[in-house]
Nanobody, 121 residues
Framework: QVQLVESGGGLVQTGGSLRLSCVAFGSIFSINAMGWYRQAPGKQREIVAHITSAGGTNYADSVKGRFTISRDDAENTVYLQMNSLKPEDTAVYYC???????????????WGQGTQVTVSS
């Protein structure tokens, strides 16, 4: 059993900052890539940021220079530091992790339950 638990969402004014955290719990052998996605009302879920097991990162154009993804493998945690927030960043943010539960099995994607981020104008 593997569970991803997000925290850190909330209400913030334009220009403010938030830091999201996502911890993976359960029977975990290794965590490969991790990422943050978001879904605004009436829109499809989109990728925000991605980080590989080697620490390589990629960002959506809309958040480059404002958001930073990082991970702490000792704590099975991925973070998303969000600065200079805009109203268009308002969405439910989901973390995703590609997890192997054994040394011999393949990895599978797991999702968190989502955390609401609301940016007021």
């Amino acid at each position: 059993q593997v569970q991803l638990v997000e925290s850190g969402g909330g209400l913030v004014q334009t220009g403010g900052s938030l830091r999201l955290s996502c911890v993976a719990f359960g029977s975990i052998f290794s965590i490969n890539a991790m990422g943050w996605y978001r879904q605004a009302p009436g829109k499809q879920r989109e990728i925000v940021a991605h980080i590989t097991s080697a620490g390589g990162t990629n960002y959506a154009d809309s958040v480059k220079g404002r958001f930073t993804i990082s991970r702490d493998d000792a704590e099975n945690t991925v973070y998303l530091q969000m600065n200079s927030l805009k109203p268009e960043d308002t969405a439910v943010y989901y973390c995703n992790a590609d997890i192997s539960r054994t040394s011999w099995g393949r990895s599978f994607p797991y999702w968190g339950q989502g955390t609401q981020v609301t940016v007021s104008s």
